[in-house]
């Protein structure tokens, strides 16, 4: 009787214990599926679209070739992309605007009348691009991802950089990045 016990009570815990760590490792994958890029760092940034801005310019990542690019995606809506949007105004934009970085919002998917109002409405002096159906945000993350998320890019066309949602300290390494990159 005794031993039978001890077998089960050794079974138990083994089954436990392989419930937790399947729930370990399965929460480690959704958050990697949950920052739902398609591009990693190191990958060749994509650069086969056409960037119209705000104010009728348009650019494309083949013409910033030789500049650090940030791509900002948001979107009016998104509650976190405007708390991060001051920051990205302050620590890079002014900090780096002068040091060849070049730093885009791209709104997913709102008429420009939105990306208008959206873009006078945060203060911010850094261009938006609009992005008809998600088509530019498609070609780096999940077409059902979500925003805010930012995208470094280096001189050559690499991703040098990857965030998603805003964390101070995320963040904080992204302006460190940037950093390094202006002195390369």
């Known amino acids: 009787?005794?031993?039978?016990?001890?077998?089960?009570?050794?079974?138990f815990t083994s089954l436990v214990f392989c419930a937790m760590a399947k729930e370990v490792r399965d929460s480690a994958q959704v958050k990697d599926v949950d920052r739902g890029y398609i591009v990693q760092v190191g990958d060749q940034a994509p650069?086969?679209?056409?960037?119209?801005?705000?104010?009728?310019r348009k650019t494309?990542?083949?013409a910033l070739r030789g500049r650090i690019v940030i791509l900002q995606f948001t979107a009016s809506w998104c509650v976190v992309c405007r708390k991060e949007m001051p920051f990205l105004?302050?620590?890079?934009w002014q900090a780096y605007k002068n040091k060849d970085v070049v730093l885009i919002g791209v709104d997913r998917d709102e008429p420009l009348e939105t990306v208008l109002k959206f873009h006078q409405d945060m203060?911010?002096?850094y261009p938006l691009a609009l992005d008809p159906g998600a088509a530019i945000f498609q070609q780096f993350a999940n077409k059902k991802?979500?925003?805010t998320r930012n995208v470094l890019i280096d001189r050559t066309g690499k991703i040098r950089f990857l965030t998603?949602?805003?964390d101070e300290t995320e963040f904080?390494?992204?302006?460190q990045a940037v950093d390094e990159l202006t002195k390369e």
Request: no cysteine; glycine share 10%.
């Open 1 to 11: 009787m005794k031993i039978r016990r001890l077998l089960l009570i050794g079974l």
């Open 47 to 56: 650069d086969d679209f056409e960037l119209v801005l705000h104010d009728g």
């Open 60 to 62: 494309s990542l083949k």
């Open 89 to 92: 105004e302050r620590d890079i």
């Open 123 to 125: 203060g911010i002096t």
């Open 145 to 147: 991802a979500g925003v």
């Open 164 to 166: 998603r949602l805003y």
């Open 172 to 175: 904080a390494q992204l302006v």
